[in-house]
């Protein structure tokens, strides 16, 4: 009779040990499924950004712009009153979007009395642009130095962005 008491003491502990197995288990793979991760009032979002740069002027349509891309060159002779044109177009063809700043930097120019060719250009942004030919509409624009321009922007997914600069020296 005592082994028989010690035998149902023996499953009666087995048990209760398989039942407090059994309900940790439980309450660890429970977390797995109910935990969260809150950041403020960050959001964070997976997804792809492809974003590509077009220039369009007299004799180019729609060319990507790469870092050996040279702009502005429909001027032969840079003299006072020259003005050329750039037509932009940013395309962002990946699921998030996008915030940019577009600035304008003038490279290689060379100095003559203390004067360099970024120190006289003047840049106007143009939103809708107008006519390459139109030089009183263009003129009739607010130009600023070349380089203290910038642009701030956004762009949302799968859209584009165009606008047009004009590049005026010496007005």
């Not at 915030?99 to 004067?115: D, I």
Request: proline fraction near 2%; glycine fraction near 6%.
């Amino acid at each position: 009779m005592n082994s028989k008491n010690t035998t149902k003491r023996a499953l009666f502990t087995s048990l209760m040990a398989m039942l407090v197995c059994v309900t940790m288990l439980i309450g660890t793979t429970f977390a797995w499924f109910t935990d969260s991760v809150t950041s403020g009032t960050n959001r964070i979002v997976a997804g792809n950004l492809d974003v590509r740069l077009f220039h369009s002027k007299k004799a180019v349509t729609d060319e990507e712009v790469t870092e050996t891309t040279v702009l502005f060159t429909d001027v032969a002779i840079w003299e006072p009153g020259a003005m050329v044109y750039e037509n932009f177009t940013v395309e962002n063809a990946g699921s998030l979007a996008l915030k940019y700043v577009f600035n304008l930097k003038v490279t290689n120019a060379t100095v003559v009395e203390g004067v360099s060719l970024a120190d006289v250009l003047k840049v106007a942004f143009v939103d809708g642009g107008v006519t390459p030919d139109d030089r009183t509409a263009a003129l009739s624009q607010t130009f600023s130095p070349i380089n203290s321009f910038s642009l701030r922007d956004s762009i949302e997914s799968n859209e584009t962005d165009t606008f047009r600069y004009y590049c005026l020296l010496g007005a």
